[in-house]
């Protein structure tokens, strides 16, 4: 039975991907979640998977090397999905510490580990041993309004925000351990996600609680900016896929080719919920485009993200398959369905960080 040591799997994509693994391949695996438990990680996430007897969950920070060292010597992992990262762009931007702690050297911590359990003592590593590194596609900088400009795996690292950058960072040490020491390593560069249980932090959940809620929706700056959506059970595919047929030290590319204008996005979670809410729900009445209302911009926001999945789709056969019409409607119908997670969410310290992210825009 193949052990897979999961980290971060208590946040959004994380804990999509579990139970795309647990759907998958049922008893067949074992799974190891290690996560500190941020704001960002929530348990509830996988409250249908804990009673799993194939599956332990161990609160840990990334960065302590000796709970991490403790998980390689007691368990004999076969795969590393590392996705645990703080994730943020605006939290990275007022705060870029803590991004560098986990993601940079969180990531050197996950390396080092997999390599001192996996090494032979001829410096060669043991079978079948795969680590891959769930990484995203802002690493790539910020591309032109032009509809014919990609980023390919190919397009030079050119990370803006703290985030970015240390998220390129820990791309960089995956690829130096692949170079230095063989280490079996697979990188995978993906677009914006969205879908179940994503904090309502980033622009698709946040836009949907507002206007459940009656309140103003902050669009920065012009609202043209263009991100490249993927439906996360995609994600969660293209990773498996990834992990087990990617080719060590290799970049792949993950994406929607679903390009949208954040205004865009905005309008159609508004003509969503019109559809979805019944009459009688008092809400509905609020949810409209006068919700809408324009903000400072985010200081050194990039310009338009999108993928050229070409490589994914030639080399392991992954590709896209949620349509982004069908993707959003599952997501929002899952929001409606699910009041009580984000009201649990966003009890505590969330109010906090909406007044202090969005009081002086
Ligand atoms: P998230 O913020 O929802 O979840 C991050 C998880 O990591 C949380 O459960 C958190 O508790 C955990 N974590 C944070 N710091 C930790 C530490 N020091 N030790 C252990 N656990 C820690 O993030 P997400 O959106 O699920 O993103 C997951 C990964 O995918 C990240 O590496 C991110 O860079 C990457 N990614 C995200 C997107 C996206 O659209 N969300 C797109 C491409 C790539
Ligand atoms: P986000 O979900 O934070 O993802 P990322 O910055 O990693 O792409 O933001 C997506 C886009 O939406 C980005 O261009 C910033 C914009 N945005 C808003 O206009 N208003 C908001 O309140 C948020 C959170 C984001």
Redesign the pocket.
């Known amino acids: 039975m193949r052990t897979y040591l999961v980290?971060?799997?208590?946040?959004?994509?994380?804990s999509n991907y579990i139970h795309y693994m647990f759907d998958k391949y049922g008893d067949e695996i074992r799974i190891i979640n290690?996560?500190?438990?941020?704001y960002?990680?929530n348990l509830e996430n996988l409250k249908d998977i804990e009673s799993r007897a194939n599956y332990t969950f161990v609160k840990?920070?990334?960065?302590d090397k000796e709970a991490i060292a403790k998980i390689f010597e007691e368990n004999d992992i076969d795969r590393v999905v590392h996705?645990?990262?703080?994730?943020?762009v605006d939290r990275s931007i007022k705060n870029p510490e803590v991004f560098v702690q986990?993601n940079v050297l969180?990531t050197a911590v996950m390396l080092n580990s997999a390599k001192a359990a996996w090494e032979n003592e001829d410096g060669s590593f043991k079978d079948d041993k795969r680590f891959l590194h769930?990484?995203?596609?802002e690493v790539y900088g910020s591309l032109p309004d032009d509809p014919n400009a990609y980023f390919y795996e190919t397009t030079p690292i050119d990370p803006h925000s703290p985030y970015s950058s240390s998220?390129a960072s820990s791309d960089l040490l995956v690829k130096a351990y692949v170079d230095t020491y063989k280490f079996p390593a697979i990188i995978t560069n993906?677009?914006?996600?969205y879908g179940p249980y994503?904090?309502p932090e980033?622009l698709i959940p946040l836009i949907i609680n507002n206007a459940l809620a009656g309140k103003n929706l902050p669009v920065y700056g012009d609202g043209k900016n263009v991100r490249d959506w993927l439906y996360v059970m995609d994600h969660a595919k293209g990773i498996d896929m990834a992990t087990e047929s990617g080719r060590f030290g290799e970049r792949y590319n993950i994406g929607g080719h679903n390009e949208k204008q954040n205004i865009e996005i905005i309008n159609i979670i508004i003509e969503t919920l019109q559809e979805l809410l019944p009459d009688s729900d008092p809400r509905k009445a609020n949810v409209t485009k006068d919700l809408i209302t324009y903000v400072t911009d985010r200081k050194g926001h990039d310009r338009r993200y999108a993928i050229a999945p070409d490589k994914i789709k030639e080399e392991i056969g992954w590709y896209p398959e949620t349509m982004f019409k069908d993707g959003i409607r599952l997501t929002i119908k899952w929001y409606l369905e699910n009041e009580d997670w984000m009201k649990n969410v966003t009890s505590g310290d969330y109010q906090k960080y909406y007044e202090g992210m969005y009081a002086n825009r």
Do not use: M, P, R, Y
């Not at 290690?34 to 941020?38: C, G, Q």
């Open positions: 980290t971060g799997g208590a946040g959004f994509i994380g290690v996560d500190k438990l941020t960002a990680g840990a920070d990334i960065c996705f645990a990262a703080e994730s943020h986990t969180g769930v990484s995203t596609d998220k993906c677009s914006n996600n994503q904090f980033k």
